[in-house]
């Protein structure tokens, strides 16, 4: 594709359910990145997949929070017993490795709303 | 830790006023420094990078380590380049990216 993909572009659900958010990154991209975006706010990472490197999982804001990454390719962001301040714009981004690495190509964000 | 602040949430110019949005970083190291931008209904993306050392959309920063800071600006604002613009450090590890909280620019007729 021509670039980062993410789905679903909007998801509503109810306290309590578990939701699954799933990137599919730009395709010899080694690196992958999930930040969220809360209304207002700035982007507050969350996690960080590079190549086969043990992910940098040091912003996942609590255990409900996981994510997931098949080799080199698409990775999911499980969110469990989804809270009502969970409500934000998950964005991923992918980047290259070497000169590039540092520009981060993003996706549109998937739109989580817990009611 | 690393961080990056960006003190104005806001910042409002007129049409051909200069604009410099201000961004100061905290990082013992020697780090790279980003400018990302959104415009309306876009994907954030990449504006430019200190290392590049290059005007883009007339857009120039210049990292200061003494004040460690990399403002962003332009001398003639244009209505055009109202968006969200987000600071960003990388640390010289190699690793993730971490942003500011970002300034949303309008630029007024």
């Known amino acids: 594709g021509a670039g980062v993909s993410q789905s679903p572009s909007n998801k509503v659900t109810e306290k309590g359910k578990d939701v699954e958010l799933r990137c599919d990154p730009i395709?010899?991209?080694?690196?992958l990145y999930w930040y969220r975006q809360r209304l207002g706010q700035g982007l507050e990472f969350l996690i960080y997949f590079q190549g086969n490197s043990a992910p940098d999982k040091s912003g996942l804001p609590s255990d409900r929070f996981s994510a997931e990454r098949t080799g080199e390719s698409v990775s999911t962001l499980t969110i469990q017993r989804t809270q009502q301040e969970d409500s934000a714009v998950y964005l991923c981004?992918?980047?290259?490795?070497?000169?590039?690495?540092?520009?981060?190509?993003f996706g549109e964000g998937s739109r989580l709303t817990v009611l | 830790a690393q961080r990056v602040t960006q003190p104005e949430k806001l910042l409002s110019v007129f049409k051909g006023a200069p604009v410099e949005l201000k961004c100061n970083y905290s990082?013992?190291?020697?780090?790279?420094l980003f400018w990302y931008v959104q415009y309306s209904r876009q994907r954030l993306q990449l504006l430019l990078r200190h290392i590049s050392r290059e005007s883009i959309k007339g857009f120039t920063a210049d990292l200061n380590k003494g004040e460690t800071s990399f403002h962003l600006k332009k001398p003639f604002a244009q209505e055009e380049d109202s968006a969200m613009y987000y600071c960003a450090l990388r640390t010289t590890s190699g690793s993730r990216l971490t942003f500011g909280e970002g300034t949303q620019l309008t630029v007024n007729p």
């Open positions: 981004a992918s980047s290259p490795l070497g000169r590039g690495a540092g520009e981060l190509f």
């Open positions: 395709s010899g991209h080694t690196a």
């Open positions: 990082y013992s190291g020697s780090p790279e």
